[in-house]
């Protein structure tokens, strides 16, 4: 990420949850873009990462009038697959980031690789927020198309709302049921202690610009520290493969500091250290997606140049 006056790099923010809740869906509508539907069976079954520069951000959150308390350069949003045997992927996403986004479906509630995936989050101590999609499904619902939760609820009939609150509470009592308070983000007096919810639709775009200053604002303010910008090199390793060209190419998540062409790194080889010299960096589209068949084994490291 580029160096800001603040000195604060980009949060990187992993996406989880059960199969089919609407993670995809999320990005898509925050990007603009089609991934979902093109999957196979419409199912993920790969790490996507995406670059939202802070100017998306700031457009998307206009409504809620916080313009001026963006402070982060922009967000890195790592998609995770929902799909039971991809645990595995899941564990590297939130091992990776510094907050993530638990995505529960309003009609179903807390469902296996939610547990999952709450269960890998409170393992790393991991911040999280809970997007509550799929609000537009509840019978009667009138959408306002990308608009903040709490303008759209006021357009609801009592008997919208009524099932509303009963799938809230539902919700928060299964929460509670797994040792965790969760609280609407605006009814929060607790923050920290309490986990936000945040009633989204991926399809209407409703609780969207709620979810973004939400996620910016929380790391903004409680991870200062670990979003110092920094000289030293933070770099995390998704895929390593060679492309004909190019040559060996190595999928990278820099989480700090800044790489250059020239620059001598070392990364984790399965026969020991590789060292190694910068050829070229090539950086993928903002709002576009990444995506990476497998994680490199090496995992996470420093690489100090
Ligand atoms: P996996 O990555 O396979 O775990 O699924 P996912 O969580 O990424 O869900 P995905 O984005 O694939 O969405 C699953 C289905 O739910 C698709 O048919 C979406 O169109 C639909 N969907 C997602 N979000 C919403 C929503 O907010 N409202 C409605 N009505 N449908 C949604
Ligand atoms: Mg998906
Ligand atoms: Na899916």
């Given at each position: 990420s580029p160096k800001q006056s603040e000195d604060l790099r980009s949060p990187i923010c992993c996406i989880m949850g059960h199969v089919d809740t609407g993670k995809t869906k999320l990005l898509d509508c925050i990007r603009g873009t089609n991934v979902q539907e093109g999957e196979a069976g419409g199912i993920t079954q790969q790490i996507g990462a995406t670059y939202f520069p802070a100017a998306n951000i700031r457009e998307r959150t206009k409504e809620l009038k916080a313009d001026a308390t963006l402070k982060v350069p922009g967000l890195l949003v790592i998609d995770t697959p929902g799909h039971e045997s991809f645990t595995n992927l899941r564990s590297r996403g939130s091992g990776l980031c510094d907050i993530a986004i638990l995505v529960v479906d309003i009609m179903h509630g807390l469902e296996p690789q939610t547990i999952e995936s709450l269960n890998l989050l409170k393992m790393r101590k991991t911040e999280f927020i809970i997007a509550l999609n799929k609000v537009d499904r509840l019978y009667d619902w009138k959408a306002r198309r990308n608009s903040p939760i709490g303008m759209t609820l006021k357009k609801q009939t009592k008997d919208v709302l009524s099932e509303f609150n009963r799938r809230v509470t539902h919700v928060i009592t299964q929460f509670k049921e797994q040792g965790l308070n969760t609280e609407l983000y605006y009814k929060n007096r607790e923050m920290g202690e309490t986990f936000s919810i945040v009633p989204t639709s991926a399809?209407?775009?409703?609780g969207i610009p709620d979810l973004l200053l939400l996620l910016v604002q929380w790391t903004q303010k409680t991870m200062v520290e670990k979003l110092t910008f920094s000289d030293e090199v933070q770099c995390t390793v998704l895929e390593v493969k060679v492309i004909e060209g190019l040559g060996t190419t190595i999928d990278v998540v820099l989480v700090n500091g800044v790489l250059h062409e020239g620059d001598q790194i070392v990364v984790c080889g399965l026969q020991g250290p590789i060292v190694t010299t910068i050829r070229a960096l090539l950086t993928p589209h903002p709002m576009k997606e990444i995506r990476v068949k497998v994680w490199f084994s090496g995992g996470a490291f420093l690489i100090s140049v």
């Amino acid at each position: 990420s580029p160096k800001q006056s603040e000195d604060l790099r980009s949060p990187i923010c992993c996406i989880m949850g059960h199969v089919d809740t609407g993670k995809t869906k999320l990005l898509d509508c925050i990007r603009g873009t089609n991934v979902q539907e093109g999957e196979a069976g419409g199912i993920t079954q790969q790490i996507g990462a995406t670059y939202f520069p802070a100017a998306n951000i700031r457009e998307r959150t206009k409504e809620l009038k916080a313009d001026a308390t963006l402070k982060v350069p922009g967000l890195l949003v790592i998609d995770t697959p929902g799909h039971e045997s991809f645990t595995n992927l899941r564990s590297r996403g939130s091992g990776l980031c510094d907050i993530a986004i638990l995505v529960v479906d309003i009609m179903h509630g807390l469902e296996p690789q939610t547990i999952e995936s709450l269960n890998l989050l409170k393992m790393r101590k991991t911040e999280f927020i809970i997007a509550l999609n799929k609000v537009d499904r509840l019978y009667d619902w009138k959408a306002r198309r990308n608009s903040p939760i709490g303008m759209t609820l006021k357009k609801q009939t009592k008997d919208v709302l009524s099932e509303f609150n009963r799938r809230v509470t539902h919700v928060i009592t299964q929460f509670k049921e797994q040792g965790l308070n969760t609280e609407l983000y605006y009814k929060n007096r607790e923050m920290g202690e309490t986990f936000s919810i945040v009633p989204t639709s991926a399809v209407t775009g409703e609780g969207i610009p709620d979810l973004l200053l939400l996620l910016v604002q929380w790391t903004q303010k409680t991870m200062v520290e670990k979003l110092t910008f920094s000289d030293e090199v933070q770099c995390t390793v998704l895929e390593v493969k060679v492309i004909e060209g190019l040559g060996t190419t190595i999928d990278v998540v820099l989480v700090n500091g800044v790489l250059h062409e020239g620059d001598q790194i070392v990364v984790c080889g399965l026969q020991g250290p590789i060292v190694t010299t910068i050829r070229a960096l090539l950086t993928p589209h903002p709002m576009k997606e990444i995506r990476v068949k497998v994680w490199f084994s090496g995992g996470a490291f420093l690489i100090s140049v």
